[in-house]
């Protein structure tokens, strides 16, 4: 999409178009080096922009860059001890806090917006649905947004434009999924997928543990103390996913949030 953008624009970004990258500091290295490669390969600036906790809503984000941007859970984690509990599938406050208002907050600050507003940002950005994402795209009134969608770009489509260009995202896909984007071991993936994650890479599940710990320690809400009510612990499903992967509903749909969407 963003390379339609750019060839729509003489190979520019059009005056009042922003390119943004809101990092949690949980993605997988390859997605952070796949971002700095759209930068340096189509000569597009990035904003690589991370939440911060400040007093004030406006100063709750940093810009930082592919070299020094987090990698650790940092801005992840600064969230949740603000908010002294963890999101889950119902309060995805990870989204709207880490995404979606670190965002506007930035395009506030640098003269583009009137508010840190979700809706704000909501009005004024495109996202990456496809044609065949159509249970997704349900979800936008303005399809004016979706132009991946109202264009009828598959699955297919998208394949077949990297197959041509000189890098790509470096991470395995599965039915043109790409099991391991957005956040590693994020809640809203299905826990079989969550678990195949853990299994490859077993390291993964160290600060999602951590992190149900320490919202545990905090205490302010002990039903907050995991992502999932309805799932076993990080720390259990490290050992679930080297002895009972067979338990998980193979079939389990992960939940749509605007990371993935």
Not at 129 to 153: F, N, S
Not at 226 to 237: H, L, N, Q, V
Request: a negative charge.
């Amino acid at each position: 999409m963003l390379y339609q953008v750019l060839q729509a624009h003489d190979g520019k970004m059009p005056d009042d178009g922003v390119v943004c990258f809101a990092n949690t500091g949980k993605e997988e290295e390859n997605t952070l080096k796949f971002v700095n490669d759209c930068s340096v390969n189509w000569g597009v600036k990035i904003h690589w922009i991370e939440y911060q906790d400040h007093e004030d809503p406006i100063s709750r984000y940093k810009e930082v860059t592919y070299e020094t941007a987090s990698r650790n859970g940092e801005p992840f984690e600064a969230i949740i001890r603000k908010r002294n509990y963890l999101p889950n599938p119902v309060t995805r406050f990870c989204t709207s806090e880490l995404k979606i208002r670190t965002m506007a907050c930035f395009l506030k600050q640098s003269g583009l917006f009137d508010d840190c507003s979700k809706s704000e940002l909501e009005n004024a950005s495109w996202i990456g649905l496809r044609y065949d994402e159509a249970r997704r795209a349900t979800k936008i009134a303005d399809k004016r947004r979706i132009p991946l969608y109202t264009a009828g770009v598959t699955v297919q489509h998208i394949s077949e434009f990297w197959d041509k260009q000189a890098f790509n995202l470096e991470l395995p896909t599965y039915k043109g999924r790409t099991l391991a984007g957005n956040c590693d071991l994020c809640f809203l993936k299905p826990m079989n997928q969550v678990a195949t994650l853990i299994a490859e890479k077993p390291e993964r599940a160290v600060w999602w543990a951590q992190m149900e710990a320490l919202a545990l320690a905090l205490a302010s809400r002990p039903d907050g103390a995991t992502f999932r009510k309805d799932r076993p612990s990080y720390a259990s499903m490290v050992q679930f996913a080297s002895q009972q992967l067979s338990m998980f509903d193979q079939d389990e749909e992960g939940i749509a949030c605007f990371c993935g969407d």
